[in-house]
């Protein structure tokens, strides 16, 4: 719908390129205007072209409102009527013949006509979570992994090649903290008043590991020192840890491609490739008895040493290799998801894969603000299991995984986001994710009524093939659509496809989260005013089409964020 109104605008533009002396045509930008009394679409095109025309915005539109009106008076198309609003605007009003047959389309097509292909089949890595391996995941981690995942299942939609990446940092002091830690409740467990280091992890997850090695070995390493075992203790620690985060993300419905762990790098010697390789480039130089990477020749702030005087590498070394195989591994473009407090690290990455040939477009990096848990306006207690946080396991076992994943995808990934978990388990309009659900469920039992009385024949809440024709043998019935909040909802579902395009494009899920919303509030609205099985079975017809087309762009929303579509609540 929206390419269709960009060609006659195109059109309009060619007609003038000559009289104006262009060279090329502009970007064609077209807005949802928020006021539905200002038109279905709205272009800027004429302010765009302010500076090069050197004339007033208004002068231009109003010529290309001149050439528009050529083009759509009296001739079949999408567009009904143009107005030229404020400074120079341009909005369009869509013909009422024009929003049924795309509706019929949208019917009949289903989820291949609210997809845009701008991928094309380009490889993108999108790595997130990557949690330490020292604990169990929090809710900050869990913002992190619904927005990661709902950004992959977009791209992959957008016909991208995705690939989920866990990164493992397994090879830093951390997770030695954690083998410490385990190996000193170990020794308490057998009786050793053995003393806890100082900064150790002290969640009640530490003793189940230390457990879970008595039960194997027993008292092998009681008269031990940790110098002796503590590659044993640091390894069944890390990995049993790992493989309870792993249960965790499987039980909130997602599943990585690949886990990478940093350790290998090292044991493949990829960290000594990557550093040879910026070596060989003259960006490595000696200082002060260290190595330094010059970042500052690609934007950096200042160098970062990359070897210390010691002659180990630096935390930066290993994320040298690991940005340098994501390269080598042949993607198009990378995207991290890291937490806020990684903010200072982005310049420093961005000048490594600017050292590799990366363009800084095809690098990206999306933070993930801070989540407040509350309970009815109060901040929720710590954790016993983790000790210092409430795990993201303890929430969705008591909220479930499709309301934390879409409360987590109510804000911009950039914004702090408050979670009220008693709110999470209301089923009513103040819970999000149940006012879109329900919306879905309120159709699929309404097509359950029509069944029992007999009409509107292909409308069943599990969709077959046969449907198809159904809905087509009926679709001459769409004129019957003349209500406002007809035409509304309407041209809410047609604007699904730019709403899926523009979270593509700018990697932000939350605004098909803000779409279905929106959807869902005017479907309920409706059904409230409107009556949809009447005695009027050509009605009846007409307004079931429109309730399944809603239910086609709801769970085509809702699977791009993780999240179920149930048909019975």
């Known amino acids: 719908m929206k390419q269709e109104v960009v060609e006659i605008i195109k059109k309009a533009l060619e007609n003038l390129q000559e009289r104006w002396g262009l060279e090329g045509l502009p970007d064609i930008d077209i807005e949802i205007p928020k006021n539905e009394s200002m038109g279905d679409f709205a272009t800027t095109v004429a302010m765009g072209l302010t500076k090069i025309l050197k004339k007033p915005p208004k002068k231009i539109a109003e010529e290309i409102f001149a050439e528009l009106n050529c083009l759509i008076v009296g001739k079949p198309g999408p567009i009904e009527s143009v107005e030229i609003a404020g400074p120079g605007f341009i909005n369009f009003r869509l013909r009422k013949v024009f929003l049924h047959a795309k509706l019929e389309q949208l019917l009949s097509e289903e989820h291949s006509s609210v997809r845009t292909d701008i991928g094309e089949g380009r490889k993108v890595q999108v790595e997130f979570v990557s949690a330490n391996p020292t604990g169990p995941l929090h809710v900050g981690h869990g913002r992190g992994a619904a927005v990661g995942n709902a950004l992959c299942n977009i791209l992959q939609a957008a016909g991208f090649e995705v690939q989920r990446e866990f990164y493992i940092n397994d090879a830093g002091l951390q997770v030695k903290l954690l083998g410490e830690s385990v190996f000193a409740r170990y020794l308490q467990l057998l009786g050793n008043d053995a003393p806890f280091p100082e900064d150790g992890y002290k969640g009640d997850y530490v003793e189940l590991i230390a457990e879970e090695i008595i039960k194997r070995a027993g008292e092998e390493y009681l008269n031990k020192s940790f110098e002796e075992c503590g590659e044993f203790f640091t390894n069944y620690a890390y990995k049993m840890m790992l493989t309870d985060i792993a249960k965790d993300l499987k039980d909130f419905g997602i599943v990585f491609d690949r886990w990478q762990s940093e350790k290998e790098l090292y044991e493949k010697e990829k960290v000594e490739s990557a550093l040879t390789a910026l070596q060989q480039k003259g960006y490595l130089y000696e200082k002060d008895g260290a190595t330094w990477f010059s970042s500052t020749s690609f934007g950096d702030d200042k160098d970062r040493v990359v070897v210390k005087q010691t002659g180990d590498y630096t935390y930066f070394a290993s994320d040298i290799a690991y940005h340098k195989d994501k390269l080598d591994r042949g993607f198009d473009t990378i995207i991290n998801i890291w ?52 795990t993201l396991r303890e929430v969705v076992d008591e909220v479930g995984a499709d309301i934390t994943k879409f409360i987590f995808l109510t804000r911009r990934a950039d914004s702090q986001l408050e979670f009220d978990i008693e709110v999470a388990k209301e089923q009513s309009a103040e819970n999000p994710v149940f006012y879109v659900q329900y919306a879905f469920a309120r159709i699929s039992s309404i097509f359950r009524q029509a069944m029992e009385r007999g009409v509107g024949a292909g409308f069943k809440p599990a969709r077959t093939e046969e449907d198809v024709g159904a809905i087509r043998r009926i679709a001459q019935d769409l004129a019957l659509l003349k209500e406002d909040e007809e035409f509304s909802i309407i ?30 509030g005017m479907f309920h609205s409706y059904y409230n005013k409107h009556r949809v099985i009447s005695d009027d079975s050509n009605l009846t017809n007409a307004r079931l089409c429109l309730c399944k087309a809603v239910q086609i762009v709801l769970k085509e929303g809702l699977s791009m964020l993780g999240v179920s579509a149930p048909e019975r609540m």
Request: proline share 5%; charged share 25%.
């Open 339 to 390: 937490g806020a407090d990684h903010h200072g690290y982005i310049p420093r990455l961005k000048s490594v894969l600017g050292a590799f040939g990366l363009p800084k477009e095809k690098f990206r990096v999306i933070l993930i603000q801070m989540v407040a848990l509350l309970r009815r306006g109060e901040t929720v207690q710590m954790s016993k299991r983790a000790g210092e946080f409430v």
């Open 491 to 520: 041209k809410k579902l047609l604007q699904y496809p730019m709403v899926f395009e523009g979270a593509a494009v700018s990697c932000e899920p939350h605004r098909i989260t803000y779409y279905l919303q929106e959807l869902a």
